[in-house]
């Protein structure tokens, strides 16, 4: 869904005065419908994308959907969750001190934080433009 997501708010970004239906994006990102309408429901939710019910309906980005990170649409929608969850069940290497769960935290936290350098508008940007 977080895929999905980015690459909607991508593909509005780069033409933001264009109303897109949610089957015109089903078809374009091969993303089956349904499971696309969820996605644009929790963009809409978040205030990313503007919904307009109707025959000359269909969605668009919002400001805020402009400038979001991706690192922000990651987190949003993904949760902050532990990379490894080292007590349900308990691992036996926490006793003895492992350092596993430190360092995939320490690069989930750099994954996020370059995501942070981007935001949506950034990265519907044509290459070299």
């Given at each position: 869904a977080?895929?999905?997501?980015?690459?909607?708010l991508?593909?509005?970004a780069g033409?933001?005065?264009?109303?897109v239906t949610?089957?015109e994006?089903a078809?374009?990102?091969?993303?089956?419908?349904?499971?696309?309408?969820?996605?644009?429901?929790?963009l809409?939710r978040?205030?990313?994308?503007?919904?307009?019910r109707?025959?000359a309906?269909?969605?668009?980005?919002?400001e805020?959907?402009?400038?979001?990170t991706?690192g922000?649409v990651v987190r949003?929608?993904?949760?902050?969750?532990?990379?490894v969850?080292c007590?349900?069940?308990?691992?036996?290497l926490?006793?003895?001190g492992?350092?596993l769960?430190?360092?995939?935290?320490?690069a989930h936290?750099?994954?996020?934080r370059?995501?942070?350098?981007q935001?949506?508008?950034d990265?519907?940007?044509?290459?070299?433009?």
């Amino acid at each position: 869904a977080t895929d999905a997501a980015l690459r909607v708010l991508m593909v509005l970004a780069g033409e933001p005065d264009r109303q897109v239906t949610v089957r015109e994006l089903a078809e374009d990102l091969s993303v089956p419908r349904q499971h696309l309408a969820k996605v644009v429901q929790s963009l809409a939710r978040h205030e990313w994308v503007l919904t307009t019910r109707g025959r000359a309906g269909g969605l668009s980005i919002t400001e805020a959907g402009r400038t979001v990170t991706a690192g922000a649409v990651v987190r949003a929608l993904e949760g902050i969750t532990p990379v490894v969850n080292c007590y349900e069940p308990l691992c036996p290497l926490v006793a003895a001190g492992c350092r596993l769960q430190g360092l995939l935290g320490d690069a989930h936290t750099a994954f996020l934080r370059e995501l942070d350098t981007q935001t949506i508008a950034d990265l519907a940007r044509p290459p070299g433009s």
